[in-house]
């Protein structure tokens, strides 16, 4: 079977990713990774369980056996529903140090290398471009100011009715950052060949728009749509 086409999306949290990466999907009718609910749900499940999240060999084999079901737009872990509990700060920054286990990376690497199927994959992480897919045709790298994207964080959690505060959450993003960009294994980064899109001052239809066209150059055959 021919290779899918492949888009990464790869940047810090609040940048824009996840929005930009389910506009550009529903466009391309292709499908999409968010891997970063991957690891979320490691993290979840094991606080749920009690875990160390230290405990570095017993959170790994975990993750390579999770019983995890996607149905429709909800995600079930273990046949409960947690795909609000999954989309809270706390949630986030339990995901962030589950992801710096290598051994979790290792875990999570084949699952989300399945996701590659025709029509064609948008995968939205941190490390899509640099690791999990480094032969995709086109990588984006989707980067806005801390602030701006404390701010957008803010107003995303506020419409899913989870109450935050907006100091703490600037806080909580620059800490999650800097242990997203500085872990030794797969730390976030543009890959060399990505394109970085600095947001913070463009709008979402911009952005995907930009990314929209760098996948027309890549493989033709996707369209030849100049706008959304
Ligand atoms: O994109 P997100 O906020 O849902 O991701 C949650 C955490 O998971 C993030 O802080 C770092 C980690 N992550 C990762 O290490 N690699 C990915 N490909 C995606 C997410």
């Known amino acids: 079977m021919a290779e899918a086409p492949v888009l990464t ?3 810090p949290s609040g940048s824009g ?5 389910a ?16 690891y979320r749900l490691v993290g979840l499940a094991a606080q ?9 060999a017993a959170i790994a084999e975990m993750a390579r056996t999770l019983p995890v079901k996607f149905v429709d737009r909800k995600v079930f872990l273990d046949g409960e529903d947690v795909s609000l509990a999954i989309r809270t700060e706390t949630a986030g920054n339990n995901a962030s140090k589950v992801a710096a ?10 699952w989300q290398r399945d996701y590659a199927r025709p029509p064609g994959l948008v995968a939205d992480g941190r ?15 989707l980067d806005a100011s801390a ?6 964080r803010y107003k995303q959690l506020k419409d899913k009715g989870i109450d ?38 463009l709008d979402v239809d911009t952005v995907v728009d930009r990314v929209l066209q760098a996948v027309y150059e890549a493989y033709p055959e996707t369209g030849c749509k100049s706008s959304i």
């Open 9 to 11: 999306i790869d940047g």
């Open 17 to 21: 990713k996840g929005t930009v990466a």
């Open 23 to 38: 506009k550009v999907a529903q466009v391309l009718g292709w499908h999409i990774l968010d891997s970063g609910a991957l």
């Open 48 to 56: 749920k369980a009690g875990m160390d999240l230290s405990d570095s």
């Open 101 to 110: 286990i290598p051994e979790v990376r290792a875990a999570l690497l084949g």
């Open 127 to 141: 490390d899509m471009g640099t690791v999990v897919f480094p032969h995709a045709g086109v990588k984006i790298f």
């Open 147 to 152: 602030d701006e994207r404390a701010r957008r």
């Open 164 to 201: 935050v505060k907006l100091s703490g959450l600037i806080a909580e993003i620059e800490e999650r950052d800097h242990r997203d960009r500085n872990r030794s294994v797969a730390p976030l980064l543009p890959a060399e060949d990505a394109q970085v899109i600095d947001s913070t001052r």
